[in-house]
Nanobody, 124 residues
Framework: QVQLVESGGGLVQPGGSLRLSCAAS????????MGWYRQAPGKQRELVAG???????NIADSVKGRFTISRDTAKNTVSLQMNSLKPEDTAVYYC??????????????????WGQGTQVTVSS
């Protein structure tokens, strides 16, 4: 099993900043990549930013220049620094991990894991 716990969400004014953090724990052998997705009411969940174990990043066009993703591979954590926030950034943000885990110490299973989500609201 893998647990992803997010923190850092909240209410901010337009132009403000927030930093989201996600910590992974469990029977983890390897995490190939971690990322952040978001979902606004009535909309599809979309990728915001992702980062591989090698440090390659993928940033959505809508947040380029404003958001930065970083990862501490040794600690299995990922963070999303969000600057110059806009009302359209309002959504539930979900942490995601592509991880390989063990089953009874013998078998290996690679899967996609999700955190419970943290609310980000940008409003004046």
């Amino acid at each position: 099993q893998v647990q992803l716990v997010e923190s850092g969400g909240g209410l901010v004014q337009p132009g403000g900043s927030l930093r989201l953090s996600c910590a992974a724990s469990g029977s983890i052998i390897n995490i190939n990549a971690m990322g952040w997705y978001r979902q606004a009411p009535g909309k599809q969940r979309e990728l915001v930013a992702g980062i591989t174990s090698g440090g390659n990043t993928n940033i959505a066009d809508s947040v380029k220049g404003r958001f930065t993703i970083s990862r501490d591979t040794a600690k299995n954590t990922v963070s999303l620094q969000m600057n110059s926030l806009k009302p359209e950034d309002t959504a539930v943000y979900y942490c995601n991990a592509d991880a390989t885990t063990t089953y009874r110490g013998i078998h290996y299973l690679r899967g996609d894991y999700w955190g419970q989500g943290t609310q980000v609201t940008v409003s004046s």
